[in-house]
């Protein structure tokens, strides 16, 4: 495969095309205007997309010493969002590149990654490699084929400026299976020239077959530049970035991206006479093509999302998994093309699964996602979890999923965390309660406490406690929704709401515990009904803080051992 090199007599300046295949003559000029054009994009239909999953080049254009980094593990993110690419063109001519993944269906890439460069004919094949390892040969995804792609108009031109072809050298790849929820996508945006200063960027990308994927840092600089009779010229471009960091042949269509995985600019030259390489930069024009393709959902910015976590199946077996709230898991029979499993979800409010066997997780609970595979049944029993709760060891394990299921807790932050050391307050208490019965809608709308106002979440939850004299209040006309809900209220709510039966003994195995307190015979209860044990020192502790993993013990053992009994 050959590197064809561009030599621009005017300025002797050496361009090379990094994909590892050809290249043009032409004239520089000085263009100033970002050129993304929607209106000048093309849309070429792709070779047949099929999708598996998965089980060099001498360096031209490394700037003094090779900085560059082989990554070992390709399969995390975001490397796992990078494509080895091997591509041919209708004029007979072929090469590599590289390409990345900006949304679960959409790959960028080169210009001269799908239009030839020399002959300027667009795409025979494509196949991209996903979290490739040149050592082994797998990879997570293999995508043999597209969709559809999109190109700039004048890149077909013959006659274009180098600095032309610059602007217009960039691609977008569609695929119609959402590849990106397997390998996890980059975010993308319009980096503006204060950005690029003081930060440094990441600059990814493959070469053949037989290498692996490198990374290196450098920094990102507007525009680019030349030498002409001795005086260096600055190119004013809006839409290219130059860097000193080292790229070579096949880097064509990597990504260069911020430590916070958002893309900056795509690779795509080098100036190695001058001893710097050139990117097509990420303009606002760019993101606005983007968004009026239906590639991305937001021209303004993209946020990078991780990929899905694996596990090989085999068709005939049945399986069982935890995952965490609205995280992802891929299940794939490798080197099996993906139509060819059929995969569906018996609770769709629990979790979803794509054609792809991607399974997202939706809300906490159990679901059975079933895959069918030449005739032949693929069982994966779903058990959603919090984050923060999944030690079937931990006393509140099974307090904390049995109250979620009856929708009595709901978690935090979109259910992912349920926050067992955290203090419960006043008001989260008598919800609590108040769910538990049902949600009863109140007799009265008007609330008898100074400090509970009508658009506070638990308004009818403390309203319906007042009128079923669960809670009392303070003298001086508040409930004190804020405060923490101490021991000593927690048993006392609930022996109020159980009608508050008088105890069987008047045994008081507690030390801290006096009769003359009020919460006296609500402890003796609560204790003869096992909803609470003490601690090993004969103390209640009435005034600890009730804490979410002893709230949520409490109600269980009250709707059991209470509930359940009558």
Partial sequence: ??????????????????????????????VQADTTDTNRLVKAAGPEEKVYFGSSMDPEMVVGKDDRKIISDTKTFPYSAIAHIQMSY??????????????????????????????????????????????TGSYIAKASGCEDYYYDEDYTNYNNSNDHDLECDYAFVKFKNKIGSITGHFGIKAFTDSDFKNQDFNFAGYIGDSDPLKVCKGKLAPDYYTIYNGRKTTIKNKSVVNYSADVVAGNSGGPIYSKDNYIAAIITAEFTYYGFNVGRR???????????????????????????????????????????????????????ERSEIKWSVKDKSVATVNSLGVVKAGKIGKTVVTGEYKGKKITINVNVLYKDVKNPNDFWYKPTYYMTAKE??????????????????????VTLLWRLEGCPKPSSSKCNFTDVDNDDYFYKAVIWADEKGITEGYADGTFGPQKVCKRKHAVTFLWRLAGKPEPKTTKNKFIDVNESEYFYKAVLWSSEKKIVAGYDDGTFKPEGNCLRR?????????????????
């Avoid at 002893?550 to 059991?560: A, E, G, N, R, S």
């Fill in 408 to 429: 009595v807790v709901k978690g935090y932050d979109d259910q992912t965390l349920f926050k067992p050391a955290n203090e419960c307050t006043r008001a989260q208490m």
């Fill in 282 to 336: 990420i303009t606002s024009e760019t993101m606005n093509s983007l968004k009026k393709l239906g590639l991305i959902s937001d021209s303004k910015s993209v946020k990078p999302v991780k990929g899905a976590k694996s596990m090989n199946v085999a068709a005939g077996k049945s399986y069982s998994v935890e995952m965490d709230n609205k995280s992802s898991m891929v299940f794939q029979i490798p080197n099996v």
């Fill in 550 to 566: 002893q709230m949520v013990t409490f109600l269980y053992k009250y709707d059991t051992n209470i509930k359940g009994s009558k």
């Fill in 90 to 135: 209708e004029c007979g001519d072929a090469g590599y590149g590289t390409g990345f993944m900006i949304s679960d269906n959409t790959m960028v890439t080169a210009g001269h990654c799908v239009i030839c460069p020399y002959h300027r004919q667009g795409l025979k094949s494509i196949t991209c490699l996903f979290g490739y390892d040149c050592n």
């Fill in 1 to 30: 495969m050959t590197n064809y090199r561009i030599k621009i007599t005017s300025f002797i300046l050496t361009m090379t095309i990094i994909c590892g295949v050809f290249s043009s003559n032409a004239p520089a000029s000085n």
